[in-house]
C-alpha cells in the first residue's frame, strides 16, 4: 500500500504532466520538464512511472477518473430529469470539450490518447454508459418504451445527440447550451404522456 506522501508525489507528478502535455504537447513534454514542473528529480518521477508513456497512461486515468466521479455526483442531484442529464453529460462532454480546446496541442493529445489509454477510455466509456442508463432508468417521468426505446437505447440516443452539441460551439458556455437544448427535445420525445 502506498503512503500518503508517496501518493502526493504521484499526484504532483500526474497534475504537472496534465500542464505540460496541454500546453507543449506529448512530443515537447520530456522527462527531465516533467520533473522539474513537479519539483522532484528526475529519478523520482522514475520510481512511480517507467517512462513518459506511463506518465501519459496515468494522466488519461486520472482524468477518466475526475470525469466520471463528477458525472456520478452529477447523477445524484435532485431536480427535473433535463437537468440531470444535462448535467451528468456535461460533467463528460463539456469537460472533455474545455481540455480539447484549450490546448493547441489537442489533436496530438487525442491520437496520444488513443494510442496510450485507449483501454483506459473504453473502459471509462462503457462506465459512463451504465451510468446515463441507470439515470434514465430512474427517471420515472421518461417512457422511452413508448418509443420503441430501452433505457440502454435510450441513455445511447441521448449520449449519440449530445456528442454534436460542439457544432459551432467556440465555448463551454456555447456547448453547455446546446447540450441543455438537446437533452431538453429529448426528453420531450420519451415524457410520459
Given at each position: 500500500?502506498?503512503?500518503?506522501?508517496?501518493?502526493?508525489?504521484?499526484?504532483?507528478?500526474?497534475?504537472?504532466a496534465i500542464g505540460l502535455?496541454?500546453?507543449?504537447?506529448?512530443?515537447?513534454?520530456?522527462?527531465?520538464?516533467?520533473?522539474?514542473?513537479?519539483?522532484?528529480?528526475?529519478?523520482?518521477?522514475?520510481?512511480?512511472?517507467?517512462?513518459?508513456?506511463?506518465?501519459?497512461?496515468?494522466?488519461?486515468?486520472?482524468?477518466?477518473?475526475?470525469?466520471?466521479?463528477?458525472?456520478?455526483?452529477?447523477?445524484?442531484?435532485?431536480?427535473?430529469?433535463?437537468?440531470?442529464?444535462?448535467?451528468?453529460?456535461?460533467?463528460?462532454?463539456?469537460?472533455?470539450?474545455?481540455?480539447?480546446?484549450?490546448?493547441?496541442?489537442?489533436?496530438?493529445?487525442?491520437?496520444?490518447?488513443?494510442?496510450?489509454?485507449?483501454?483506459?477510455?473504453?473502459?471509462?466509456?462503457?462506465?459512463?454508459?451504465?451510468?446515463?442508463?441507470?439515470?434514465?432508468?430512474?427517471?420515472?417521468?421518461?417512457?422511452?418504451?413508448?418509443?420503441?426505446?430501452?433505457?440502454?437505447?435510450?441513455?445511447?440516443?441521448?449520449?449519440?445527440?449530445?456528442?454534436?452539441?460542439?457544432?459551432?460551439?467556440?465555448?463551454?458556455?456555447?456547448?453547455?447550451?446546446?447540450?441543455?437544448?438537446?437533452?431538453?427535445?429529448?426528453?420531450?420525445?420519451?415524457?410520459?404522456?
Open positions: 500500500m502506498a503512503s500518503a506522501r508517496g501518493e502526493d508525489t504521484r499526484r504532483r507528478i500526474i497534475d504537472a502535455f496541454s500546453r507543449y504537447g506529448f512530443k515537447r513534454t520530456s522527462v527531465e520538464l516533467l520533473a522539474a514542473e513537479a519539483g522532484v528529480a528526475k529519478p523520482t518521477v522514475y520510481a512511480y512511472f517507467k517512462d513518459k508513456d506511463a506518465v501519459f497512461r496515468a494522466v488519461v486515468e486520472a482524468v477518466c477518473d475526475g470525469l466520471l466521479a463528477d458525472a456520478e455526483a452529477a447523477s445524484r442531484v435532485v431536480g427535473p430529469i433535463e437537468e440531470r442529464l444535462t448535467a451528468v453529460l456535461s460533467a463528460k462532454l463539456t469537460r472533455y470539450f474545455e481540455l480539447v480546446h484549450a490546448s493547441p496541442h489537442a489533436q496530438e493529445l487525442v491520437s496520444s490518447q488513443s494510442q496510450l489509454g485507449a483501454d483506459v477510455v473504453q473502459k471509462f466509456d462503457r462506465a459512463f454508459l451504465r451510468l446515463l442508463v441507470s439515470v434514465v432508468e430512474d427517471a420515472s417521468e421518461l417512457e422511452p418504451k413508448r418509443l420503441g426505446l430501452t433505457a440502454s437505447s435510450a441513455a445511447q440516443l441521448v449520449l449519440r445527440a449530445a456528442s454534436g452539441a460542439g457544432y459551432d460551439a467556440t465555448t463551454a458556455a456555447m456547448y453547455k447550451k446546446h447540450l441543455a437544448e438537446i437533452v431538453r427535445v429529448v426528453v420531450a420525445a420519451m415524457r410520459k404522456t
